[in-house]
């Protein structure tokens, strides 16, 4: 089974900051890797598919990259409401998944 | 537009099965494979399984094998999750979700179960 990793599990940061949220897989999964954004008691949205490529209508702030094992979120210029946690997502053993753990990201 | 629509809140007894709907308008409902996803209470997200659009073929998390089952109703566009022999443990909100190529695009708000003696 692919495992996958996300690194910190949380972050504090401030309204205007660049962040960087990392997760990484254990074995090669090329370009299958999904980012999706959860407030409390919400569902997840989709933000980036395929690891780089941006979701119709999410802001150009977040940009994602990586391919094989190790795969970054970007966030530029942090808004209030992108205080949220981000999970990661392997579609590379279809039809089996996985999420990885989530990054909670917190306003300092 | 494409929406998902969840039945309501579940309270179920250890041993008891809760079967969850999902009912999809706005697309075309047999172009998409549908997943379920559940999150415990401040847990993460746990992928459960997949079913394609005609309900013909299903592949389940090793967790969940023998347990849960997943139909679709093509002449109502609803998805079903079913999970048997519950206990505690699968107290969480439970999520289904289109697939559009290999991403989750679109999400229901989730059905809480909760599992208690």
């Known amino acids: 089974d692919i495992q996958m990793t996300q690194s910190p599990s949380s972050l504090s940061a401030s309204v205007g900051d660049r962040v960087t949220i990392t997760c990484r897989a254990s074995q090669n999964i090329n370009i299958y890797l999904n980012w999706y954004q959860q407030k409390p008691g919400k569902a997840p949205k989709l933000l980036i598919y395929a690891a780089s490529f941006l979701q119709s209508g999410v802001p150009s702030t977040f940009s994602g990259s990586g391919s094989g094992t190790d795969f970054t979120l970007t966030i530029t210029s942090l808004q209030t409401e992108d205080f949220a946690t981000y999970y990661c997502q392997q579609s590379y053993s279809a039809p089996l998944y996985t999420f990885g753990p989530g990054t909670k990201l917190e306003i300092k | 537009q494409v929406q998902l629509v969840q039945s309501g809140a579940e309270v179920k007894k250890p041993g008891a099965s809760v079967k969850v709907s999902c009912k999809a308008s706005?697309?075309?409902?047999?172009?998409?494979?549908m997943h379920w996803v559940r999150q415990a209470p401040g847990q993460g997200l746990e992928w459960m399984g997949i079913?394609?659009?005609?309900?013909?073929?299903?592949n389940y998390a090793q967790k969940f094998q023998g347990r849960v089952t997943m139909t679709i109703d093509t002449s109502t566009s609803t998805v079903y999750m079913e999970l048997s022999t519950l206990r505690s443990e699968d107290t969480a909100v439970y999520f289904c979700a289109r697939m559009n190529g290999e991403s989750l695009d679109y999400w229901g708000q989730g059905t809480l179960v909760t599992v208690s003696s």
């Open positions: 706005g697309y075309t409902f047999t172009t998409f494979f």
């Open positions: 079913i394609n659009p005609s309900g013909t073929s299903r």
